[in-house]
């Protein structure tokens, strides 16, 4: 009988049962093959540092973490990867044979992956990024097109001050508009970014003016619910080449799956499938 541990993995957060994480690790589990299982584990806030550092004994190697535990776990991470630090906040735990909690960020990785497959001429340097919305999902955004070379990122909130906080920390790239105006930081982006909830089902519709929006410019949606949402729809019907959200889930999650299960996962459309149910 072998006495070799079933690696397990998971997703923490709270609430978790809407994540598509289990069905996403899962699919790759079985097309490879590895005895692994991957659970998804409602934690509430202040049981988080002891459930954390309780897992790895239970025989897990990791886990994504999710809303509202991204910037949590940072404090109870033994090491966190400059990627992270950077961010804010951490979506991935790896727990080492050494005892080490390693946490890392992949969002910024997927986002950027996501849209060089989607857009495979795409160039982040070869004008403005223009980005909708300043929250967590914002900063790996920013950080990752600031790190890929684009020469200005554009940004708008609602909330003017999260947008401004967003400047001070990002440097004299980040340029702020406010929200009426909006509609005027598209003229001349090259690469235009909703990293906000408008236009996601059972969310507010966004409306921002764009009239502005060129037909060279590369769009995504961080949104995937609905796939193709009012924003991409607009894009695709003048022309923008697009991008839609789902990618950057898919992409985000390839390297914590690599960490833990050593195996290097592809993304398909059989995936995709999988993951849309």
Known sequence: MSTQRIPLAGVIGTPIAHSR????????????????HYIPMEIASGDLEEAVRFLPRLGFVGVNVTI???????????????RAALIGSVNT?????????HGDNTDGYGFLENLRQ????????????????????ARAVLSSLIDAGAPEVRIT???????????????????????????????????????SSLGMTGHP???????????????????????????????????????????????QAAPGFERWFDQ???IDEELRRVVLG
């Open 21 to 36: 994480s289990p069905r996403l690790h899962g699919y790759w589990l079985r097309k490879y093959g590895i005895p692994g």
């Open 93 to 101: 735990l790896i727990f080492r044979p050494d005892g080490k909690i």
């Open 264 to 266: 290097k996962p592809e």
């Open 157 to 195: 909130n609602r909330t003017k001050n999260r947008a401004e906080s967003l400047q001070q920390e990002f440097g004299q790239k980040i340029t702020v508009y406010d929200w009426v105006q909006a509609g005027n930081m598209l003229d001349g982006a090259k690469t235009v970014v909703n990293a």
């Open 205 to 251: 519709e966004m409306r921002i003016p764009l009239d502005g929006l060129g037909r060279d410019a590369v769009v995504t949606d961080l949104v995937y619910t609905p796939l193709e949402t009012p924003l991409l729809a607009h894009a695709k019907s003048i022309g923008c080449r697009t991008v839609d959200g789902l990618g950057m889930l898919l992409y």
């Open 118 to 137: 989607g857009a495979s001429d795409w160039d982040p340097k070869s004008g403005p990024a223009a980005v909708i919305g300043a929250g967590g999902a």
């Open 68 to 82: 509202p535990h991204k910037e949590h776990v940072m404090a109870i991470a033994d090491l966190v990867s400059d």
